[in-house]
């Protein structure tokens, strides 16, 4: 009897992994697929803020690829986080004389902060459109980008949308590791609960966050994340708790990313993402309980229990066949899902046959993440601390984050980028524009 009913708990873990065939194909029914539009059809302008820190090689396609979104973007900000590679001036002899150009320069990080979420609120602070577009340095506009995703936020009538890119892998480690570490992340963050407005459960990717101004203001800011191991969840968990309208979306035909170039920069980049995003340690424990049981099992359990029924024919015993048709079946269900998300993220897929090993290594990187969360150590990205906590915080008297900007608009120049408005930008998006449902 005990048999059987193990057998029937490992048959309901089968069905959840075919049922997220399911959830797979709900993506564009549901449109939670942004696509590109025409550079000249944006009906809003967007400031573009980059926090950079020694991002000297990385930096110039971004910035070209900003400079071809036309009018969709009205100004890009370029905060220089104490840089000593030259980063300003790459991104000066990028864009020459454009005038959308603004560097920042920040020499040093106020006791408390985190290096990222300082540096986005220091550039929304002298941001002067009426959106705000947080993008990383090693982003990569498509045509036409920028204004698919201000299109999309006005036609949902969105305060903040965080969205998924496609992914610019380049070497075997790439293909191998952070395809599989990123579908972990939705594993515990799906769309459907994080886009749900009762659902306490948030998410934002920092890579690309969009968000209406007047909304950033009034929640304070980046000041709920200043000293976090991420600023994105927290800063999307803080915005659902003001009221926001959030949204998370696939949009790799908006941009790509290329995050990290080498095994190392993989294994501690997505230690620090998993420590900061998973937050406690049970969930990576249970993380890594479900690839041993979930991927890796029938990944190598198919193969011989295949080599079982050819050396010794098929088992007598019905429980034994039941238990190796389960398992075959739980096989095809995890390539086929793994297939489908892969090519939905524009992943390359013939890594896959390698599967096995990226499940092992994966695994690796989760432990080194609950290492960290258990000894406290402090985690250091780019010689910087990342912040000590898991989870946002309050962001301080309501007052923040408008003494911030008031400091801002009262160096050179502040003010008056502040004020100054294009005769043509909108204070946001049309009111016909925003989604009649």
């Not at 070497?171 to 570490?181: A, V, Y």
């Not at 150590?377 to 010689?383: A, D, E, L, N, V």
């Not at 004020?419 to 449902?437: I, L, V």
Request: charged fraction near 20%.
């Amino acid at each position: 009897m005990l048999s059987w009913i193990v057998t029937g708990g490992y048959a309901l873990v089968v069905a959840g992994w075919w049922l997220r065939h399911v959830l797979i194909s709900l993506v564009r029914p549901l449109d939670l697929y942004v696509e590109p539009a025409s550079t000249d059809s944006a009906p809003a302008r967007v400031s573009v803020i980059i926090p950079a820190r020694n991002e000297r090689d990385r930096i110039s396609d971004c910035l070209r690829s900003l400079r071809d979104q036309g009018g969709a973007v009205s100004e890009i900000i370029v905060v220089d986080d104490r840089s000593d590679d030259g980063t300003a001036e790459v991104a000066r002899n990028v864009l020459g004389d454009d005038p959308r150009l603004r560097i920042e320069r920040v020499d040093t990080l106020p006791a408390g902060w985190a290096g990222k979420a300082h540096a986005c609120m220091h550039g929304a602070a002298v941001a002067s459109a009426e959106w705000l577009l947080f993008a990383d340095a090693d982003c990569r506009f498509a045509p036409g980008g920028v204004a698919g995703a201000i299109g999309y936020a006005c036609r949902h009538d969105i305060d903040f949308l965080s969205l998924w890119l496609a992914a610019d892998h380049r070497t075997f480690w790439e293909h191998m590791l952070i395809p599989l570490c990123g579908a972990l992340i939705l594993y515990w963050y799906p769309p459907l609960r994080t886009n749900h407005p009762r659902s306490s459960l948030a998410f934002a990717n920092g890579q690309f966050i969009l968000v209406r101004r007047q909304a950033y203001e009034r929640m304070g800011g980046h000041a709920c994340a200043r000293n976090t191991v991420l600023e994105d969840i927290p800063l999307a968990t803080h915005a659902k708790q003001a009221g926001l309208r959030l949204r998370s979306a696939l949009g790799p035909g908006i941009a790509s990313v290329r995050m990290y170039r080498s095994f190392r920069e993989i294994w501690n980049g997505w230690a620090r993402i998993f420590a900061g995003a998973l937050q406690r340690r049970w969930k990576l424990l249970a993380s890594v309980v479900s690839l041993v049981g979930g991927s890796l099992l029938p990944s190598i359990g198919a193969p011989l229990a295949a080599l079982a029924v050819l050396a010794h024919g098929w088992p007598p015993a019905t429980l034994h066949a039941t238990l190796m048709v389960l398992l075959w079946t739980h096989c095809v269900a995890v390539y086929s899902v793994s297939y489908r998300l892969w090519g939905l993220c524009h992943c390359t897929r013939r890594h896959l046959l390698l599967y096995p090993v990226s499940v092992v290594l994966v695994i690796g990187i989760l432990l080194r993440a609950w290492w960290w969360l258990t000894t406290r150590q402090p985690i250091i990205w780019r010689g910087t601390p990342t912040g000590s906590r898991t989870r946002g915080q309050p962001p301080g008297p309501p007052a923040t984050f408008r003494n911030r900007a008031a400091a801002a608009g009262s160096a050179p120049g502040g003010a008056d980028r502040r004020n100054r408005r294009r005769p043509d930008e909108s204070s946001s998006c049309p009111t016909d524009a925003a989604d009649p449902r």
